[in-house]
């Protein structure tokens, strides 16, 4: 019987309003006791030490791209996931921006059959339209019976508004969640950074902040007019927040989330033209950061993503208009959380866990997110005043394109488990 102890620990868990000093035994990968103090066990049992730690359930990261199959000289799925659980994640859900599209029973099948061999569990989302293209519907119904747990044409948005209509009424069929990339093609083609001040100084054509908010109001009609479920992937600007806020006042079946960069950065930070700060959506103003993270704070913006989105040195290393949109963050999510949000008194520990663990399971009806006995044991052990540089030799993921290179951050991992398995930190 594979048994494993973790002691003295501070455990925090949203699922249950725990936030005090507790021990979790765990056995056969699930959670059997949470107890003030368990001393009664087998000689056999192994024994973590979590003096001075954060215990939380395992994180949950509902965005991210393992570019495998079809890239994976940027990333695959094994190194992928061997990024995620340094960073302390159990769970990462797959975007279908591959080569071939996650669009098939066989594309999802493989996804599958690798996540079984990697370091965490991998859920493939699979694509809206076939090969993204945004004309014709994919086969939904037989990617669910593989293992897909929500739909995107992420890296690309739906411009038809029909087709957009006939997804959320195939979708109903399934209840699985839509995840939108919200972009104008027509406002935003060619665009390279946040329109405004900084694209105008730089020289470089813009993306304004409009093409984002107008495809996430029509989609917002659509969802109250079928009653059918949106999530928002990596959203950007104050005016888009505001009228997710109306939405949600409403109770609509609309959802959210923001990554990291754009809670922590701003169209200043590319002044230097770093093409590892140039994602899409681009960093906005710095109105539109403030009001990220007051969203963010008060609940409106329901999780944190990471949009892990590996490139190649020599591909971001070009001139910056030539280079891809995307950075990596599975690596630094976590400590990001720490440095900006936890040891600024900006938010709890609650509170993160609860947007990086609890809220993605319930919004993606995952196992996991929860510490209560009986649950999965998916846990994630963090030393929150470790410090550390992020540079090209601690990151271990294939890419290195962050934007925390060469910054300082607060809190490491020390283990992650996974289905009560040691799969990251010493054992």
Excluded at 288 to 309: M, N, P, Q, S, Y
């Amino acid at each position: 019987m594979n048994k494993l102890l973790i002691k003295n620990g501070r455990v925090v868990d949203p699922s249950s309003n725990t936030n005090k000093n507790l021990d979790i035994l765990i056995e056969n990968g699930i959670v059997k006791k949470v107890r003030k103090k368990i001393t009664r066990v087998t000689k056999s049992t192994k024994v973590l030490d979590a003096k001075g730690c954060i215990v939380s359930p395992g994180l949950i990261d509902a965005h991210t791209h393992l570019r495998d199959p079809g890239y994976e000289d940027k990333e695959d799925i094994y190194s992928g996931t061997a990024a995620a659980v340094k960073g302390g994640f159990t769970t990462v859900l797959c975007m279908p921006n591959t080569e071939p599209v996650l669009d098939s029973v066989s594309s999802i099948r493989y996804v599958v059959e690798k996540g079984k061999e990697s370091f965490c569990k991998v859920y493939p989302i699979g694509a809206i339209t076939k090969n993204l293209e945004g004309k014709e519907l994919a086969e939904t119904g037989r990617m669910m019976m593989e293992g897909i747990v929500a739909v995107s044409d992420d890296g690309n948005c739906i411009q038809n508004s029909a087709i957009m209509r006939n997804a959320l009424e195939y979708l109903k069929m399934f209840n699985l969640k839509l995840i939108e990339h919200a972009e104008d093609y027509n406002l935003s083609k060619g665009g390279q950074v946040n329109e405004g001040y900084v694209s105008t100084a730089l020289g470089l054509p813009g993306i304004p902040s409009i093409s984002e908010t107008v495809i996430v109001a029509r989609d917002i009609l659509l969802s109250e007019y079928f009653d059918a479920p949106v999530h928002f992937a990596h959203i950007s600007s104050k005016r888009t927040l505001e009228i997710l806020k109306t939405a949600k006042k409403k109770k609509l079946k609309i959802t959210c989330e923001v990554t990291p960069h754009h809670l922590i950065f701003n169209e200043n930070d590319i002044m230097g033209f770093d093409s590892n700060l140039k994602m899409k959506p681009p960093l906005r103003t710095e109105a539109d950061r403030r009001a990220l993270e007051a969203g963010f704070k008060d609940g409106v913006i329901d999780i944190l993503a990471t949009d892990h989105a590996p490139h190649r040195i020599d591909e971001k290393e070009r001139e910056f208009s030539l280079a891809p949109f995307g950075v990596v963050g599975l690596e630094t999510a976590l400590s990001a959380m720490v440095k900006y949000f936890i040891k600024t008194k900006k938010m709890t520990w609650m509170e993160i866990i609860d947007r990086m663990s609890t809220r993605p399971a319930e919004l993606f009806d995952l196992e996991g997110g929860s510490l209560m006995e009986g649950a999965p044991a998916d846990v994630t052990v963090i030393h929150p005043g470790c410090k550390w540089v992020v540079n090209t030799e601690t990151l271990i993921g294939k890419s290195k394109n962050s934007p925390f290179l060469n910054m300082e951050l607060e809190g490491c991992v020390l283990w992650t488990i996974v289905d009560g398995n040691i799969v990251y930190g010493q054992e």
